[in-house]
């Protein structure tokens, strides 16, 4: 299966400020999923990031808040923009294959003060 | 969009006896039903998979089950170990090559009690 690495792990951001979290992956994959895991919670689709086109949203979930750029097929980028303590959360990236189902990175920790 | 629902939320079983947890999903298009094991702090990681066009699947001490016609799709571990103690997720897609993403269930704590 595919090998992801994703960073950073944890961080702690003030109020109404911007993360970029990141996700590379050992080999060339056409989609790369991400999803939030509020605590305690179970996981929720944010986005699919197809490479050379603009990422498709679940709903409630909007481009303005969560960008996301998939500039070639074995990295991606979710930031989180215009932060509140309710974005609090791990947020993980996956990827799938026809052979090994889905894949998950290791998960940012994101608190938000 | 697709709707999958897990049942029981928490589950406590004695070392060496059997656990089922269950889902049910909405999607009749659904064709792709993986389970993930995630242990606290941890990535979520796949333990067992289904696809539509197969009934069962086993593997070791965990099998899975899919009836298409009722939507619903079981979990089996039989033989519990202190180890199997986790959060168990199931999930639905309805493109297990990928090009969708995974609608999963709220969860189960599965207890192993020594």
């Known amino acids: 299966s595919a090998v992801i690495s994703q960073k950073p792990s944890r961080d702690i951001c003030q109020r109404g400020t911007s993360l970029t979290i990141q996700c590379q992956v050992d080999?060339?994959?056409?989609?790369m999923f991400w999803y939030r895991q509020q605590p305690g919670q179970s996981l929720t689709l944010i986005a699919t990031?197809?490479?050379?086109?603009?990422?498709?949203?679940e709903s409630g979930f909007v481009i303005d808040k969560f960008p996301i750029s998939r500039p070639n097929l074995t990295f991606s980028t979710l930031t989180v923009s215009n932060m509140s303590p309710e974005d609090s959360s791990i947020y993980l990236c996956?990827?799938?294959?026809?052979?090994?189902?889905?894949?998950f990175g290791s998960g940012t920790r994101l608190t938000v003060v | 969009g697709e709707n999958v629902e897990q049942h029981p939320s928490t589950l406590s079983v004695q070392e060496g006896d059997s656990a089922v947890i269950k889902c049910t999903y909405s999607?009749?298009?659904?064709?792709?039903f993986p389970w993930y094991k995630q242990e606290l702090g941890k990535r979520p990681q796949l333990i067992i998979d289904?696809?539509?066009?197969?009934g069962e699947k086993k593997d070791q001490r965990i099998a899975v089950t899919l009836n298409k016609t009722a939507k619903h799709f079981s979990l089996h571990i039989t033989e519990t170990q202190p180890e199997d103690s986790a959060v168990y997720f199931c999930?639905?897609?309805?493109?297990?090559?990928?090009?969708?993403?995974?609608?999963f269930g709220k969860g189960t704590h599965l207890i192993i009690q020594p």
């Open positions: 996956s990827v799938a294959g026809s052979n090994y189902g889905y894949t």
């Open positions: 080999s060339q994959v056409t989609m």
């Open positions: 990031a197809n490479q050379g086109s603009e990422a498709t949203y």
């Open positions: 999607d009749s298009a659904s064709n792709y």
């Open positions: 289904i696809r539509s066009n197969v």
């Open positions: 999930a639905a897609s309805n493109s297990g090559g990928g090009a969708d993403g995974l609608t």
